[in-house]
RNA sequence: GACUCGGUAGCUCAGCAGGAUAGAGCAACGGCCUUCUAAGCCGUCGGUCGGGGGUUCGAAUCCCUUCCGAGUCGCCA
């Protein structure tokens, strides 16, 4: 809101001025830090650099072009303060206009994302190991940005690209063949997998010619080998059930489970079609693709036949263009694969494929453990579940404290503790490492999950005692800077929500639902609103209503729950 | 070694299509519940924006250089 008028003031400013000097001028636009000095400011500067004349002179002539606006209807006060033009909104206006707009059900919605379809491919985690929190940021990430595209209106695919396939499977099939408990194995199945996977790797130090051998169980269970093939199916089935608990913790869904399994018998044709290209080249037995000097090149298949990664997601790829049509395709993927994607990018780029530019890595960073890098070889893991876990008993624990004859404790203990896993990961910019401490996670003070829900919990409390007219407002109320803050604010959810799109980060969101929370609370401390005076209290319960919406919105679309009691 | 990403308050981070005195939260300290949930609010303390150059009327923001940390660099994914 308040951006479409920064931008009808500069349009309109520019225009002017273009006709007055008969040269482009360009115009910044901006809101001051500091809200003490205006709503909107213009830095006259390199006006008067281009026209070459006295400060003083350009203000007053500025000013009068404001003036003679059309979006100067929506100001109150216009002021100079050394080469700055400080803008005041008229606050009865534009709370009118916002009050009305944010009542809407679609508030923030746009038609952005109309007819366009993104696929995301984001969680994938790998088969026959456990899911750690490792996998937690990829899985959140991914949830949260698909959300925020369908509230843009965009059509969204989510595809968990399982990592069921790869000469893991091979060391896996080979350890427990030769030394694996196949009752332990039925127990307990992912623990024991891992175990085998480790134990392999540390016999593999000692015998190196381990390595071929799984790499040749791995070249047999893609050429269709039944024995291999049965022992696959029945580790990929058991590690999904186990997934399957996490992702219902954490109320997440997907379109497609296809891992790079199913795209086993979809590779020969991308190999084809790079040789058919003349892209293909030998290279110390193995089939490469020369990326040029910016990059080295991509392997696509190694000297014993078999594909790699790369392949795999090229066939995926082509397929995902094919099946969805997509207007682009993300991959939530660490950092550490950034090249990977780009030579990803760089081989469709080759193959004379424009849709290379729709491919997106969505890269975040590592969670660390004492500054360093979680580790699956070492066995070093914490599983996901156990934290959320956790996380919960934690909660519980607060609210034994705080409020101990809360109704369904539990219930709503387990949706603050996964909440504020949640919120911890996705209010810091995603390509950030974080650091891996629960305590921290799960502090109820300050910048966290709780602090939003318990800001909606206190509207709820309210909004419950009485019902409200929005019909019967006093917007001579909103003028204090309390208030006004609040309506801003509101303001500017709808651009969140555009930026968290561009820059793929939910910390974005995040962010703003703080502010929003924090100027609530200041609101709430300074102001009673079950007044008795009926305009004042329909003013307050109706702000204070589109507040909550917008709140428990936000952290729906974060992926957190939202609770009315705690 | 090459490339990529980062270095802002004791800690965790915003700000980085250049703009006005660099902002939050945590921690520390001090206030505020006979009023709608004090998981809150208000205040105090705390910063050579890693160092050094440069461009500019103006640099945390752009360029160069240097130091520190992380990641990646052909048969793992």
Avoid at 37 to 43: M, V, Y
Avoid at 338 to 360: C, M, N, P, R
């Amino acid at each position: 809101m308040i951006n479409t008028i920064k931008t009808d003031l500069r349009i309109e400013l520019e225009n002017i001025l273009k006709e007055k000097y008969n040269q482009e001028i360009p115009v910044v636009v901006e809101e001051p830090k500091n809200a003490d000095l205006g709503d909107i400011s213009i830095p006259v500067f390199s006006i008067v650099k281009t026209l070459r004349k006295p400060l003083n002179l350009v203000v007053d002539e500025v000013i009068d072009t404001i003036k003679k606006t059309k979006v100067s209807e929506n100001f109150s006060a216009i002021e100079k303060v050394g080469g700055f033009i400080n803008i005041s909104l008229n606050r009865v206006a534009f709370s009118k206009k916002l009050i009305k707009e944010g009542q809407r059900l679609d508030y923030g919605s746009s038609n952005l994302g109309k007819g366009k379809t993104i696929v995301i491919d984001y969680s994938s985690p790998n088969i026959a190991k456990p899911f750690s929190v490792g996998h937690l940021r990829s899985t959140i990430i991914g949830h949260a940005i698909g959300n925020i595209l369908e509230k843009l209106g965009y059509k969204v695919v989510r595809i968990n690209h399982l990592g069921d396939f790869g000469t893991q499977f091979g060391k896996i099939i080979y350890a427990y063949l030769n030394y694996g408990d196949k009752e332990k194995v039925e127990e307990n199945p992912i623990e024991e997998l891992v175990k085998l996977y480790v134990e392999f790797h540390e016999l593999a130090k000692e015998n190196p010619e381990l390595e071929d051998k799984a790499r040749e169980i791995f070249k047999e269970l893609e050429l269709g080998n039944p024995e291999y093939y049965k022992l696959w199916e029945h580790f990929r089935e058991v590690s999904l059930k186990e997934y399957m608990k996490v992702y219902e913790m954490l109320n997440v869904k997907f379109d497609s489970y296809d891992g790079e399994a199913f795209y086993n018998d979809k590779m020969q044709a991308v190999v084809d079609e790079l040789t058919e290209k003349s892209l293909l080249k030998k290279d110390s037995g193995a089939m490469i693709v020369d990326l040029g000097e910016s990059m080295p090149p991509a392997l696509i298949q190694k000297s014993d036949g078999s594909t790699l990664y790369i392949t795999r997601d090229l066939a995926a790829l082509f397929y995902r263009k094919t099946t969805y049509n997509f207007d682009e395709v993300l991959y939530v993927v660490g950092n550490e694969q950034k090249l990977h994607f780009e030579q990803l990018k760089a081989v469709v780029k080759e193959l004379g494929y424009e849709f290379y530019q729709d491919i997106h890595h969505i890269n975040f960073g590592l969670v660390l453990q004492d500054g360093k890098k979680m580790s699956t070889r070492k066995g070093k893991i914490v599983k996901l579940e156990d934290v959320l876990n956790e996380a919960s008993e934690l909660s519980l624990n607060y609210i034994n404290e705080k409020n101990p004859e809360l109704e369904n404790k539990s219930e709503i203990s387990k949706k603050i503790g996964v909440s504020a896993v949640i919120f911890n990961d996705l209010k810091n910019h995603r390509t950030n490492d974080i650091e891996f401490d629960l305590a921290d996670m799960v502090n109820f003070i300050g910048q966290t999950g709780p602090y939003l829900q318990y800001t909606s919990v206190r509207i709820s409390s309210v909004l419950d005692t009485m019902e409200f007219n929005c019909e019967d407002i006093n917007y001579n109320l909103f003028t204090g800077n309390h208030s006004f803050d609040l309506i801003k604010t509101i303001a500017q959810y709808e651009e969140v929500l555009q930026r968290a799109k561009e820059e793929y980060s939910p910390s974005v969101l995040a962010k703003y639902l703080l502010v929003l929370a924090s100027y609530f609370n200041t609101f709430y401390a300074k102001e009673k609103i079950m007044v008795t005076d009926d305009k004042e209290r329909n003013t307050k319960l109706c702000l204070i209503s589109i507040i909550r919406n917008i709140l428990d919105e936000g952290m729906t679309l974060l992926g957190m729950q939202v609770i009315k009691k705690m």
